[in-house]
């Protein structure tokens, strides 16, 4: 090895974490390990009828340990007594009730099993009714602090979630000093912090999540939170005045956790972002492009200089904020609740049969019947695509919704249910499954033609993730609906990528963050083009979307009135 600088990148996910080890100046990736949450994988302290989504913190302390070392392990001692930084990217917004001393409640023998004290996953949508009621509070005062949020607060977001959790349990409200994002508490886990008050926030969850923002002064004062609800007095005072932005250090490695880890104490621990927000600099984002990180959900991210911006309020995304995703820009953020995740419900529906009867049948043992049910799920995706893709889009076509998990933008609301119209007797599952690709591209479009009626000029599209970089089918139909063509980026973990470019920023190795994207990015190597006739026909498509949504929001629950 001839680089003398290495970092490691870290990417909390919703079902696993993944850490790679990068050379700080190539870019190239020496080793990767993934590590599954256990606790997650067999469905604890979750309950999908309730959109109650929660993970335990030992499954994402286990995971950081375990995937650093192996990835130390397969670089090998060289590269380890040359570790320069640590950054983390996490889902978000996914926050945590933690004690006086920053240690998440369920870390503590009385909350272990207590959801409440657990981290509440970005996907939970049990706040919707505290949601509803700051956006009816932010309207009844000057000003409004939901102004650069898009204008709409969302359950998924930092506030929602706390007022959840502090009135449905006494035990949790009681114990709880503070309320953290996780990309703010891994950092500071690391860094070996004793006291919550040492908690270094970030500006990416803080103002795209949390009503922090830079106009306002940052958070609204405890004024806010106290008339909308007392449980809320004394959260925001508490908090910490100064943010930081990605490119800085939350600190060094503690002795305990270099211990763990192998590594030295003069490792840098860098300010922690959310996971798309790394991974459009991983996916070396571009000004005026949607970068667009697509999996289970998507993150629509675009940045743009701030002198150009300044004065432009984008209505009904996910918030705007100086230093977010590039410093020294204003990072925007936009996204669909549901995008791959429309995929697997239809997966699951289809494979019921397998899951519910195949087991019980005397014609297979069970280990026979475990191996073929696998073997078909594993296999009904791509199949699906296979013949999806050579069905022509015809105008009278199945045509569905994107919001089997709400709406995450433009205009949030997690109420909202999905619909599928123009179904016939000759409706099979490869039409409807076209036509769940179709909604999911079509609420892209959504966000597309919001930037641009707010006066955001979107200049071009490109695509990161494991839906980007393993579905053609998918891509081809996005760049026809789009009308423009979608760049997929070469590498396979943009985000790791992104909070390893990070690191060195925050190690110093580079004086600011576009430069180690010039030098550790790895460029695009696909492009898909649109198709003129395909784009005629989605543009006639994309107009039945508009009124199947506008029909399916008076049907399912109206639009959220925020107002009253």
């Known amino acids: 090895m001839t680089s003398n600088d290495f970092c490691i990148g870290v990417d909390f996910g919703t079902d696993s974490v993944r850490s790679i080890i990068v050379d700080a100046h190539s870019g190239t990736e020496l080793s990767s390990a993934v590590f599954v949450y256990p606790r997650w994988a067999d469905g604890l302290y979750c309950d999908p009828s309730q959109n109650q989504f929660r993970q335990h913190p030992r499954d994402y302390i286990e995971g950081l340990e375990q995937t650093i070392r192996k990835c130390l392990l397969q670089a090998g001692p060289a590269v380890q007594s040359k570790i320069r930084a640590i950054s983390v990217d996490t889902t978000g917004s996914t926050p945590v009730a933690a004690d006086e001393s920053g240690t998440p409640l369920a870390l503590l023998s009385a909350f272990e ?171 070396e984002i571009e000004p005026y492009h949607l970068s667009k990180v697509i999996g289970t959900s998507t993150c629509d991210m675009l940045v743009a200089p701030v002198k150009e911006v300044e004065d432009t309020l984008v209505r009904g995304i996910c918030g705007q904020v100086r230093g977010s995703i590039i410093p020294g820009m204003i990072g925007m953020e936009a996204g669909q609740s549901a995008f791959g995740d429309a995929y697997a419900w239809f997966k699951n529906l289809l494979t019921w049969p397998l899951q519910n009867l195949l087991a019980k049948t005397d014609r297979l043992n069970a280990d026979e019947a475990r191996i073929l049910i696998k073997d078909l799920s594993d296999h009904i995706l791509t199949e699906l695509s296979r013949q999806a893709e050579q069905l022509e ?73 494991g839906i980007a970089k393993k579905s053609p089918f998918v891509m081809q139909m996005l760049a026809d609906v789009m009308g423009m063509p979608i760049r997929i980026h070469q590498s396979e973990q943009t985000c790791a990528l992104g909070a390893a470019m990070f690191a060195a920023t925050a190690a110093g190795i580079y004086p600011r963050v576009e430069e180690a994207m010039a030098a550790m990015g790895k460029g695009f190597d696909l492009e898909y083009k649109p198709e003129p006739k395909r784009v005629r026909m989605y543009a006639e498509r994309y107009k039945k979307y508009e009124a199947l949504c506008a029909f399916s929001e008076t049907q399912t629950h109206g639009p959220i009135n925020i107002e009253q």
């Not at 891994?186 to 008050?197: C, E, I, N, S």
């Open 393 to 465: 889009p015809e105008a009278d076509a199945e045509i569905a919704t994107d919001w089997l998990n709400g709406r995450r933008t433009p205009d949030a609301n997690q109420l909202l249910k999905a619909s599928v119209g123009g179904l016939s007797l000759g409706s099979d599952a490869p039409r409807i499954f076209r036509a769940l690709v179709e909604s999911t591209c079509f609420g892209s479009r959504k966000i597309s033609d919001r930037f641009i009626s707010e006066g955001i000029p979107v200049k071009g599209l490109i695509g990161v993730g």
């Open 113 to 283: 099993n207590n959801p409440n004290a657990m981290f509440v996953l970005w996907k939970d949508h049990t706040a919707v009714a505290e949601a509803m009621e700051i956006n009816r509070h932010a309207r009844s005062l000057i000003p409004d602090y939901t102004a650069y949020s898009g204008g709409i607060y969302s359950s998924e977001w930092f506030w929602s979630k706390l007022l959840h959790v502090l009135r449905q349990d006494d035990t949790v409200r009681k114990a709880c000093h503070t309320w953290v994002e996780h990309c703010d508490w891994v950092p500071f886990l690391l860094t070996g912090g004793k006291r919550a008050a040492e908690i270094r926030r970030g500006v990416c969850a803080a103002g795209h999540k949390g009503l922090w923002a830079a106009e306002h002064g940052g958070f609204p004062p405890d004024s806010f939170f106290s008339s909308l609800d007392p449980l809320l007095s004394g959260f925001a005072a508490g908090m910490q005045k100064t943010l930081y932005t990605s490119d800085q250090p939350a600190g060094r490695l503690s002795e305990e956790w270099a211990q763990r880890l192998g590594l030295s104490t003069q490792v840098v621990v860098g300010i922690g972002a959310i996971d798309a927000h790394m991974g459009a600099v991983g996916g």
